[in-house]
Nanobody
Framework: QVQFAESGGGLVHSGGSLRLSCAAS????????MGWYRQVPGKERELVAS???????NYADSVKGRLTISRDNAKNTVTLQMNSLKPEDTAVYYC????????WGQGTQVTVSS
């Protein structure tokens, strides 16, 4: 019902930047919240950042001031600009949208080397 096109993951040195993008498509009339979770092996998936259709944002404390989420409602896209990356940011990042229900992207690997 909802498909995602994710892009932008990869390998970067500590202090570097990456930009993740996600476009949702399918039978969507409107999306309440879009955002990103991340997960490392052996740990639970954690919220990184989210944004509502009205532009209200929410960030994990560990990423505040370094990551910025933005959204294009007309295109159903969400972008995560990641600056000053740290090795602890290494994870698989999953795009999601809450229509509701919640749909998940396939994930993109982000690796930050020290």
């Amino acid at each position: 019902q909802v498909q995602f096109a994710e892009s932008g993951g990869g390998l970067v040195h500590s202090g570097g930047s990456l930009r993740l993008s996600c476009a949702a498509s399918g039978r969507i009339r409107s999306i309440y919240t879009m955002g990103w979770y991340r997960q490392v092996p052996g740990k639970e998936r954690e919220l990184v950042a989210s944004i509502t259709g009205g532009g209200r944002t929410n960030y994990a404390d560990s990423v505040k001031g370094r990551l910025t989420i933005s959204r294009d409602n007309a295109k159903n896209t969400v972008t995560l600009q990641m600056n000053s990356l740290k090795p602890e940011d290494t994870a698989v990042y999953y795009c999601y949208c809450n229509v509701p229900p919640t749909y998940w992207g396939q994930g993109t690997q982000v690796t930050v080397s020290s």
